[in-house]
């Protein structure tokens, strides 16, 4: 039986809803090392090892998984203080410069819906910027002794490590679009998120995305993403979690805003899967309001939503012919040795073809219509 | 024993002062999970666990008792033989010195 199998995953569901979950209806089928492996690839072994302590179940689970769990358990806990002393650097940073941040995704929901953030597995930090700060946001951050990670403009993202040899590890993703997706890219910008995001207590300077909007991240993510399974545990139960504790009113009002911005489908799948699994309450009226639209066969629909349509909006969004210019070099004309490192490839002989796959595979991406 | 100020007292030997403080390293940052504490060391930045005893501890070292009260109190909260608990309490202090969490404090304590 593969270690992602539907009987184990169900089985880890049941788990963290703290139903009983006995190891032996997993056996002989599953070895520890495969209930393991399926745990790191959904990305639970944190809120498992809390779900089961909470819970005082999982006392006959074998103790080489129970001390395994706990143990990435610690390691996530230390992860967390490091990342967090970085965080308040950076927060505290761009405050000082007036830059409005707003934390969202993986950081912001540990804080706000995981009673132990340091729980909720997150390979880095994501802060939402507005686009027209990208200039301000890398110069502070540089200044406050980080150094970014090129691409800042190709990506709609750029990564913000220490500079120096401390912080191995430690990654922020610094977002000027709420989704790096064409698809969903310019479902709501920066002030929308910043109107309604929410001040953090332990954080004076930044912001939280608000939760029905990071509820609509969470279903935009899980679509969007290419780099990982779609159906990961970790994603289903944030979407559980972050809807669970929205009640009727706000629930009501998520659906709606979801509908007005054409996100019905993946909301709904989201919803249903997390449903099935953790048994999330989601009325019969609630679904109906997140029924899929027709396809939309609008040319001009289909255009703003391509890559070369976003790279249209994204050239007259940048302020400046420096961003534009800075934009279409990332695209067409990144520098030798990130395309030499890139392609794998060692000897600068190799740039000119090189260059003529960049520019020809770059055209070629921005044309596609999804 | 009083420790005067720059004079730091070795931590090889069981001879601690019951007046003893220790200052906590301003580079460890601390979580508490479930009874159990994670440490982080900013400056070598390694990560130390410490279980429900030595969490206690922890906290009363950080609260700023001497030896002598951490000492009481835990014979108070646990169920230990004296010259046991001695024994762990030192080993502990040992080791959270060696890793540079903490230091025996310069500052005389008042009597």
Redesign the interface.
């Known amino acids: 039986m593969s270690s992602t199998s539907p009987h184990v995953i169900e089985f880890i569901a049941a788990a963290l809803r703290g139903a009983p979950a006995s190891w032996a209806s997993l056996q002989p089928s599953v070895s520890e090392q495969e209930f393991l492996d399926c745990c790191r690839h959904h990305g639970v072994q944190g809120v498992l090892f ?1 779900a089961l ?1 909470e819970s005082g179940t999982g006392h006959e689970w074998p103790d080489g998984i129970l001390t395994v769990l706990e143990e990435e ?3 996530f ?2 992860a ?3 990342r ?2 970085h965080l308040v650097r950076i927060s505290e940073a761009l405050g000082q410069r007036g830059i409005r941040h707003i934390l969202m995704k993986g950081e912001a929901l540990a804080q706000t819906h995981y009673a ?1 953030p ?1 729980s909720r597995v997150r390979g880095d930090t994501d802060l939402f910027i507005h686009l027209h700060d990208i200039g301000r946001v890398r110069s502070t951050l540089t200044d406050a002794g980080y150094k970014i990670v090129p691409p800042v403009y190709k990506t709609h993202q750029f990564t913000v490590t220490p500079a120096a040899g ?3 590890g430690v990654w922020f993703d610094v977002h000027w679009r709420i989704l790096n997706s064409p698809r969903y890219a310019l479902s709501f910008d920066f002030e929308d998120a910043y109107a309604q995001a929410t001040k953090m207590d332990s954080l004076e300077s930044a912001s939280v995305l608000s939760a029905e909007h990071n509820f609509l991240v969470a279903c935009m993510h899980r679509d969007g993403s290419d780099r990982h399974d779609r159906n990961r545990l970790i994603w289903l139960y944030d979407i559980h979690l972050l809807f669970s504790a929205l009640g009727q009113e706000g629930q009501m009002r998520v659906c709606r805003l979801a509908n007005s911005l054409n996100l019905q489908e993946c909301c709904r799948d989201g919803l249903e899967r997390a449903a099935r699994l953790f048994r999330t309450r989601v009325t019969s009226e609630l679904l109906e309001l997140l029924s899929p639209a027709p396809e939309p066969v609008d040319f001009r629909w289909r255009f703003s939503h391509s890559s070369l349509g976003l790279l249209r909006h994204d050239w007259y969004s940048l302020q400046g012919w420096g961003d534009r210019r800075r934009l279409l070099g990332e695209l067409f004309l990144p520098s030798g040795k990130s395309l030499l490192a890139r392609y794998g490839k060692e000897g600068r002989q190799w740039l000119p073809w090189l260059y003529v796959r960049q520019i020809s595979s770059g055209v070629a991406n921005r044309l596609r219509l999804r | 024993m009083k420790v005067k100020d720059g004079d730091q007292a070795p931590l090889n030997s069981k001879n601690f002062a019951r007046d003893q403080i220790f200052e906590l390293s301003d580079q460890v940052l601390s979580q508490e999970v479930r009874g159990e504490t994670v440490l982080l060391d900013l400056a070598s930045e390694k990560y130390f666990g410490l279980d429900p005893v030595a969490t206690r501890v922890w906290q009363l070292l950080e609260a700023g008792m001497t030896l002598g009260d951490v000492f009481e109190t835990l014979l108070g909260e646990f169920d230990v033989e004296p010259g046991q608990l001695e024994d762990d309490i030192h080993s502990l202090l040992v080791s959270l010195n060696e890793a540079g969490l903490i230091r025996p404090s310069a500052r005389p304590v008042e009597s």
């Open positions: 809390h302590a358990c610690r390691e806990v230390a967390e203080l490091l967090g002393h132990q340091g401390k912080g191995v």
